[in-house]
T-cell receptor
Framework: DGGITQSPKYLFRKEGQNVTLSCEQN?????MYWYRQDPGQGLRLIYY???????QKGDIAEGYSVSREKKESFPLTVTSAQKNPTAFYLC???????????????????FGSGTQLSVL | QQPVQSPQAVILREGEDAVINCSSS?????VHWYRQKHGEAPVFLMI?????EQKGHEKISASFNEKKQQSSLYLTASQLSYSGTYFC??????????FGKGTRLHILP
């Protein structure tokens, strides 16, 4: 079955440590997203990528890094520079429809089941 | 900048109607609506593209007024299964999708 898989489900980080959250999709989707969810804050965009080897910062990119070496994979690294990393992290993917030069529309987002990151 | 959703929370009795609003300070190309139940991933409800369209999904429908940069989600004859947090996501010319803070909906039997 096609879908989007996040791992691990729970992750603990020690102070000063970098950790990487995995996100894999076999839907052949062009676009992939990382969102952070905190209680009462909704979903805040960390990074997004519309094509392999290209990605853009979202509203809260500081302290995070990503790579998009393959279409199906979009790992997120939470670096030691992120001082408040405890949150629920959601990865999503979608088909990107190009409807004229420099304009595109995302079809519906498919979300992974999320990773809860906590600090030890 | 996050779109603004209102109200923040709603409590209804089964069978009652609700409206959730979403407004943005930026010009919009599309609006997405999702529902999330506690501990689960958000689930897609519908997308509205610029053009003032209205769409429906069972007893849930939505409208999009691009001039006012607003969208509204209408839930009629609510069911217990409608409980959860509703998020609107807005996309501008860059097409990145930015979500609001959500509206918590609780349906009482």
């Amino acid at each position: 079955d096609g879908g989007i898989t996040q791992s691990p489900k729970y992750l603990f980080r020690k102070e000063g440590q970098n950790v990487t959250l995995s996100c894999e999709q076999n839907l052949n989707h062009d676009a992939m997203y990382w969102y952070r969810q905190d209680p009462g804050q909704g979903l805040r965009l960390i990074y997004y990528s519309q094509i392999v080897n290209d990605f853009q910062k979202g509203d809260i990119a500081e302290g995070y890094s990503v790579s998009r070496e393959k279409k199906e994979s979009f790992p997120l690294t939470v670096t030691s520079a992120q001082k408040n990393p405890t949150a629920f992290y959601l990865c999503a993917s979608s088909i990107l429809v190009i409807w004229e030069e420099r304009n595109a529309t995302n079809e519906k987002l498919f979300f992974g089941s999320g990773t809860q990151l906590s600090v030890l | 900048q996050q779109p603004v959703q209102s109200p923040q929370a709603v409590i209804l009795r089964e069978g009652e109607d609700a409206v959730i609003n979403c407004s943005s300070s930026k010009a919009l190309y599309s609006v997405h609506w999702y529902r999330q139940k506690h501990g689960e991933a958000p689930v897609f409800l519908m997308i509205l593209l610029k053009g003032g369209e209205q769409k429906g999904h069972e007893k849930i429908s939505a409208s999009f007024n691009e001039k006012k940069q607003q969208s509204s989600l209408y839930l009629t004859a609510s069911q217990l299964s409608y409980s959860g947090t509703y998020f609107c996501g807005t996309a501008d010319r860059d097409d990145k999708i930015i979500f609001g803070k959500g509206t918590r909906l609780h349906i009482l039997p």
